[in-house]
């Protein structure tokens, strides 16, 4: 695949490339690690890069393990809004929580945390599942003068899909570059996540 001419107003959003979303991980994506050839390759045409890295404490709220009779993908609602539950994962200063091993980050000038605060999930890089708390990426981003954001990573049909979502509504071009994505597709939702984000204006590649 040839990336459109990338420019020094371009950002690549490395979502989640974590060990707990890879092979042996808790909540493993399938087919994870076929995307860190691309990243790693083309992550060298890129002037202004920014990991985000799932950072639960334990006990996190979306954990099903804290909830009594509830089972991992079951859906609760919480005082923001519905939340699937998942399986305890990248949890602060695990093994899980690290990058995966391959994944190359020194040329990256920003890590994102997100997930941290114990009773609200966060599945996109520039604010929490309430859609109210931001993570100050944005602000970030267009200090830098960046105006167009790639997002690759994990997974593609929830942190992928929501960070493009709101890097749209705040502004910026968004292309999601599909070969850079894996997506755990549970009941369709990895085409469910490219018809909403193509309705918003997001390119897939």
């Known amino acids: 695949m040839t990336l459109p001419d990338i420019k020094d107003t371009d950002c690549l959003l490395i979502i989640d490339v974590q060990k707990d979303f ?11 690690e076929a995307i860190l050839p691309w990243i790693n390759t083309n992550g060298e045409h890129f002037n202004n890069i920014v990991l985000t890295q799932d950072w639960h404490p334990a006990g996190h709220s979306s954990f ?7 089972a991992p993908f079951d859906t609760i609602t919480m005082p923001y809004g519905d939340q699937m539950l998942w399986p305890d994962h990248c949890v602060q200063g ?4 690290h990058f995966h091993d391959e994944l190359k980050t020194t040329a990256a000038q920003l890590v994102i945390r997100k997930g941290f605060r114990t009773d609200i999930d966060s599945y996109s890089a520039f ?4 859609h109210v708390t931001t993570t100050g990426l944005s602000g970030y981003l267009k200090e830098r003068g960046v105006q167009r954001v790639f ?11 929501f960070s493009a ?4 509504r705040e502004g910026f071009e968004t292309v999601v570059v599909e070969a850079g994505c894996r997506g755990i597709n549970a009941n369709g939702s ?16």
């Open 151 to 161: 997002c690759v990573g994990l997974a593609l049909d929830y942190c992928v899909r």
């Open 64 to 70: 099903a393990s804290v909830h009594d009779k509830q």
């Open 190 to 205: 990895n085409d469910d996540a490219r018809e909403a984000m193509q309705s918003a204006g997001v390119q897939l590649l």
């Open 22 to 32: 890879c092979t042996g991980g808790s909540l493993a994506v399938p087919d994870a």
């Open 165 to 168: 979502l709101d890097a749209r």
């Open 94 to 97: 695990t093994d899980g929580a």
């Open 127 to 130: 604010y929490e599942n309430d």
